[in-house]
C-alpha cells in the first residue's frame, strides 16, 4: 500500500507561482511512475503532467507546458510540481498519482493506483 500526501496548494493571483509537493509513504517509491492530475468543479479529472520512475522523462498536457515542471527526488520520495506563470483556468484541486503496477509513465487516470487527497490551487484574475 502507498499513501500520497500533497502539500503546497493555497491562493494566489494570476502570474504567480507555487511549488506542490507529494510525499509518498512507499519504500519501493523510486519504482513508480509518478503522475500529477487535476480536477476543476464540474470537470472530469484531466492529466497535467507525469515523470518515469528515474526522472528522465516528463510529459505534460499542452495547457501546462511551458508553465509547469515535474520533477522527483527519490531519496526523499517526493514529487513536485513546480507552477509558473498561473492562469484563472489553472483552478482546480491538484493530486498526485503512483503507479504501482507497471514502470511504463501513462498520462490517464485510470493507468494509476495510489491517489492522494488533492490540494487546492486557486488562480484569481
Known amino acids: 500500500q502507498v499513501q500520497l500526501v500533497e502539500s503546497g496548494g493555497g491562493l494566489v493571483q494570476a502570474g504567480a507561482s507555487l511549488r506542490l509537493s507529494c510525499a509518498a509513504s512507499?519504500?519501493?517509491?523510486?519504482?513508480?511512475?509518478m503522475g500529477w492530475f487535476r480536477q476543476a468543479p464540474g470537470k472530469e479529472r484531466e492529466f497535467v503532467a507525469a515523470?518515469?520512475?528515474?526522472?528522465?522523462?516528463?510529459y505534460y498536457a499542452d495547457s501546462v507546458k511551458g508553465r509547469f515542471t515535474i520533477s522527483r527526488d527519490n531519496a526523499k520520495n517526493t514529487v513536485y510540481l513546480q507552477m509558473n506563470s498561473l492562469k484563472p483556468e489553472d483552478t482546480a484541486v491538484y493530486y498526485c498519482?503512483?503507479?504501482?503496477?507497471?514502470?511504463?509513465?501513462?498520462?490517464?487516470?485510470?493507468?494509476?493506483?495510489?491517489w492522494g487527497q488533492g490540494t487546492q490551487v486557486t488562480v484569481s484574475s
Open positions: 498519482a503512483a503507479r504501482g503496477l507497471s514502470m511504463v509513465v501513462a498520462t490517464i487516470p485510470q493507468a494509476y493506483e495510489y
Open positions: 512507499a519504500r519501493t517509491f523510486s519504482s513508480y511512475p
Open positions: 515523470i518515469g520512475w528515474t526522472g528522465g522523462r516528463t
